[in-house]
């Protein structure tokens, strides 16, 4: 949690049926690294003597990094899972050291929050030296907790990750629950995960497209968005239940 000195209590919405936590995605929500991951997949499976789609790319967005090394073993990647995922993880890690494209809006609301005092944590299915990489990169106490993929047994679209990381929201805060943390996302597999843990869920389509779903929140970018619009959302979850 943040200290209070960091609070405004003019700003801080967590009293009551209110928004409490805000969990992030990060490539393709908070950083636009998937061009990093595509061109070390190509390099990778070139190396390798095989070959490498756009389509095979688009395929991986979101997915785990197990299940990502699977997929680049059967594209001909004589390499164990841990050898490919390594790899990959040097390659993006080393893009960002030279330039972290953030993707628009993000920083300015995770700033919002911040001053708000509503914590955030990141669920990315990348390890934690990429996840550290960026967490570096912005303010302290930007985010209160990692959960990576190296963290959990099933990686998205299974519930696992978010599930987990509501856990340890509700440690600190036992207030925190599915009906007032709202999940941040741009894939499928990651919307389908956080819907299954049964949050509040954005979608914020990026590299490619989301299908149309009636059970989640979709906007077209988080530019211009704040505290305000995610609290909406609570109040909104709010009234479904009470119809229910």
Partial sequence: MHSSSTAHPETTV?????????LWDMDGTLVDTEPYWIQGEMELVSQHGGSWSEEQAEALVGQSLTFSSRILQSAGVDLSSRQIIDH???????SVRREIPWRPGARELLAELRAADVPCALVTMSEKPLAEEIRRQLPDGTFDFLMTGDMVAQGKPDPEPYRRALELLQKSNPDAGVDNVVALEDSLPGVTSAQAAGLITVGIPHFIPLPEDNGRIHWETLQGRSVADLQSLVQRRSTIVQVQ
Avoid: E, K, T
């Fill in 14 to 22: 967590r009293d009551g049926p209110a928004l409490q936590a805000v």
């Fill in 88 to 94: 990959l993880i040097g390659h993006v890690v080393r």
